[in-house]
């Protein structure tokens, strides 16, 4: 079993900086891409950002040039810096990896417990 972890939520203020964690525990033998995703009341989970085990990344375009999505291997851990935020970047975001436990076994989808961003106008 795999469990993740976020951390770093809370209210701030439009144009304010927020860093998210996740940190992955569990039997892992390897983490292929992790990411974060949020989902407003009444709206779907969308894809904010997303990063590979060797480092490639992918963004939602509502985030690029203001989010940054990093991850320490070492760690099992995952990064969101989130600069400039806005108003409409309030949500819960959910911790996402695709996690092989076993090497002879195919990967599963893990999720976080979500953690509440609040910005403020």
């Known amino acids: 079993q795999v469990h993740l972890v976020e951390s770093g939520g809370g209210l701030v203020q439009a144009g304010g900086s927020r860093r998210l964690s996740c940190a992955a525990s569990?039997?892992?033998?390897?983490?292929?891409?992790m990411g974060w995703y949020r989902q407003s009341p009444g709206k779907q989970r969308d894809l904010v950002a997303i990063i590979t085990s060797t480092g490639a990344t992918n963004y939602a375009d509502s985030v690029k040039g203001r989010f940054a999505i990093s991850r320490d291997n070492a760690k099992n851990t995952v990064y969101l810096q989130m600069n400039s935020l806005k108003p409409e970047d309030t949500a819960v975001y959910y911790c996402?990896?695709?996690?092989?436990?076993?090497?002879?076994?195919?990967?599963?989808?893990?999720w976080g417990q979500g953690t509440q961003v609040t910005v403020s106008s």
């Open positions: 569990g039997t892992i033998f390897k983490i292929n891409s």
């Open positions: 996402n990896a695709d996690v092989k436990s076993r090497s002879y076994l195919a990967p599963s989808a893990y």
